[in-house]
């Protein structure tokens, strides 16, 4: 019972550059979620999804896109790395919204220099 | 609008004391709150959750969480601390208005003294 899976688990990349995160979830939930961690200032929201097909912003979407063509997968993209995208960044789903509490994936650091 | 704060950065406390880890809310309808755990290196790990009913509510490794509406808190406690309880502690809450996003405080560091 993997829950959810991240990759890659670190990452470093130069100022411009692009990737994608990946986050997978084998519990059928129908939400997911990606939050950048940061010192001091908890988790914030980037983007998330309430259904295959679907994305919303979160609370810091500037600079991030994201897709969840399936519904066992939400991938994050970063289009053009920024020294401010340093962080860890974190996936989550649910079951639904209400009172579902959330299942999280281990994380991936991104360092951009 | 919704917001949680966690007041303490940080909580010392020696092994086998009661601990108690702070939060209060701001929602605009009837809060679902959690809490979580996190492990250095790991990803956060549910606890508990208060939806309704009883206002203590009991989770994993022997912590339980007291809702206190009037005082719109939603504190963590455990009776007797343990050396491995030591970790970053958040606090979530939502709405019930059908709200899809959870808010996360920035979180305690526990820090439990053999």
């Known amino acids: 019972n993997a829950g959810v899976t991240q990759t890659p688990k670190f990452r470093v990349l130069k100022t411009g550059q692009s990737m994608t995160l990946l986050c997978a979830q084998d519990?059928?939930?129908?939400?997911m979620y990606w939050y950048r961690q940061d010192p001091g200032m908890g988790l914030r929201l980037i983007h998330y999804?309430?259904?295959?097909?679907?994305?919303a912003k979160g609370e810091v979407p500037d600079g991030y896109n994201v897709s969840r063509l399936k519904k066992q997968n939400f991938l994050l993209g970063l289009e053009s790395a920024a020294p401010s995208q340093t962080s860890v960044y974190f996936c989550?789903?649910?079951?639904?919204?209400?009172?579902?509490?959330?299942?999280f994936g281990s994380g991936t650091r991104l360092t951009v220099v | 609008a919704q917001s949680v704060a966690q007041p303490e950065d940080q909580v010392n406390v020696a092994e086998g004391n009661p601990l108690t880890v702070k939060c209060t809310y701001s929602v605009s309808g009837n809060p679902y709150l959690f809490w979580y755990v996190q492990y250095p290196n790991r990803g956060l790990q549910f606890l508990l959750k208060y939806i309704t009913g009883d206002n203590l509510v009991k989770g994993s490794y022997g912590f339980e969480a007291e809702f206190n509406k009037s005082q719109t808190s939603f504190h963590l406690k455990k009776p007797s601390a343990l050396v491995s309880d030591s970790a970053l502690y958040f606090c979530a809450v939502r709405d019930d208005t059908g709200g899809f996003k959870t808010i996360f405080g920035a979180g305690t560091r526990l820090f439990v003294k053999a």
């Open positions: 989550a789903s649910s079951l639904g919204g209400g009172g579902y509490g959330y299942t």
């Open positions: 999804s309430v259904g295959e097909g679907t994305t």
């Open positions: 519990m059928n939930h129908e939400y």
